[in-house]
């Protein structure tokens, strides 16, 4: 079974950058696809980005992050990452990490609060 860990939330400024980590343990995440969700306040959770398996390495971003956010993997940490410039309020929201890319199935992470606010 595998074990999901985010990290690295914090209350930020817009404007500023954050990294997420989602690190795992119990199975490698090399072959796996690997999603980022958000759920904010009074909201449906919804899919920003995900990374597909290292043998393909593409990648995935929803509109409202696109050219903002950007996904990566250290298969050498077992760790995906989700690196976040140019935050904006409406970034606010509990950031999920989960193996594949739909809602059902697979195995999420207990979420890391981002909150952006001057």
């Known amino acids: 079974q595998v074990q999901l860990v985010e990290s690295g939330g914090d209350l930020v400024s817009p404007g500023e950058s954050l990294r997420l980590s989602c690190t795992a343990s119990g199975e490698t995440l090399d072959s796996r696809r690997i999603g980022w969700f958000r759920q904010a306040p009074g909201k449906e959770r919804e899919r920003i980005s995900c990374?597909?398996?290292?043998?393909?390495?593409?990648?995935y971003y929803a509109e409202s992050v696109k050219g903002r956010f950007t996904i990566s993997r250290d298969n050498a940490k077992n760790t995906v990452y989700l690196q976040m410039n140019s935050l904006k309020p409406e970034d606010t929201a509990v950031y999920y990490c989960?193996?594949?890319?739909?809602?059902?199935?697979?195995?999420w992470g207990q979420g890391t609060q981002v909150t952006v606010s001057s």
């Open positions: 990374i597909s398996e290292t043998s393909d390495g593409s990648t």
């Open positions: 989960k193996t594949g890319w739909t809602f059902s199935s697979g195995y």
